[in-house]
């Protein structure tokens, strides 16, 4: 008889490994956990505007826990003390339960707030909760309110959607046009699209630059004479989901949203500035980007 060096299950462990390594480097863009398995056990999860982590740590004293946050590093350490019998005559055969110092590691993403940490341990688990910064939150609502959403895939493109005052404008990402986009802007087109390298991630502002076809479009539909009254950007603001942008890949379906402009000012100069809110969904009705783009005449500037 010969005794095997491997385990039994030798593809079983293989496979387990292979899940804690994709688990390990998937938990989000900018988030890393380090010495997964051990103790505690964490939770990593993040909001709008937060980071939120939780350790699973029972049996501890509050005091003996130290949590740190250093160049975007954050680290949970202490010690727990071993609760074994004190019975001399009991002889111990097994014991699963962790005693002694731990130290659990998390890479956080840039945008979090090392100013603005919370810490709370109840229960048995210690709950850490950091802020991002307000730069990095949203600045507009990227799910717009009150339209028919689930209309997007069979609407008419070029049309105004049933609520009278929304315009659809329907365009397909190609990685062709991304290339030009990017040749445009002085930047190497191979540095984010690549096919044979298997590498295609879009810029932020391509997808924001698809707006300016569908206002033009919308302008069109209405009538508008473009010739005799040009108009012009004058300024913009942009929210995107870069985690969905991270997915697009070539002939991706985008549902391009104009809404009513605004106008306001006090003077005639300002109040023939007009800002119109924008949305760009993808083709299963998650919200890519929202945008505010201000258009003005030309004649205005003058």
């Known amino acids: 008889m010969y005794r095997s060096l491997f385990s039994r299950d030798m593809f079983g462990d293989l496979d387990r490994l292979q899940r804690e390594m994709n688990a390990l480097f998937d938990l989000s863009p900018g988030i890393r956990g380090f010495g997964r398995g051990g103790y505690p056990a964490l939770n990593v999860g993040t909001t709008p505007s937060s980071v939120e982590v939780w350790a699973f740590a029972p049996g501890l004293e509050p005091s003996t826990i130290d949590v740190d946050l250093e160049r975007g ?3 949970v350490s202490g010690e727990r003390k071993a609760a074994l019998p004190k019975d001399d005559k009991t002889t111990l055969h097994l014991n699963e339960r962790f005693a002694g ?3 659990r590691v998390v890479s956080l993403p840039d ?4 100013n603005a940490v919370t810490a709370t341990y109840r229960d048995g688990v210690l709950h850490v909760s950091i802020k991002k910064r307000e730069s990095a939150q949203p600045l ?8 028919g959403l689930d209309l997007l895939q069979s609407w008419p493109d070029r049309s105004y959607l049933p609520d009278g005052r929304t315009f659809l404008k329907r365009k397909f990402v190609m990685t ?7 040749l445009g802007a002085g930047v190497e ?4 699209i690549d096919e044979i390298a298997g590498r295609v991630q879009f810029p932020q502002m391509f997808p924001v630059s698809y707006l300016s076809c569908a206002l033009l479009e919308r302008g069109v539909h209405d009538g508008h004479d473009f010739a005799a009254q040009p108009l012009v950007y004058v300024a913009h ?3 995107l989901d870069t985690r969905r942008l991270a997915t697009l890949t070539s002939n991706d379906a985008l549902c391009l949203l104009i809404g009513e402009p605004d106008v306001a000012g006090t003077d005639a100069r300002s109040a023939q500035r007009h800002t119109y809110p ?3 969904m993808l083709a299963d009705g998650s919200p890519l980007c929202a945008a505010e783009l201000v258009l003005a005449p030309l004649a205005a500037l003058k």
């Open 176 to 182: 062709g046009n991304g290339k030009t986009f990017l």
């Open 111 to 114: 945008d979090v707030d090392p």
């Open 140 to 147: 507009l609502d990227l799910m717009p309110t009150g339209l």
């Open 73 to 75: 590093v954050l680290s």
């Open 101 to 103: 110092r731990f130290r």
């Open 237 to 239: 603001r942009y929210t």
């Open 189 to 192: 087109p191979a540095l984010y």
């Open 278 to 280: 924008c949305h760009i």
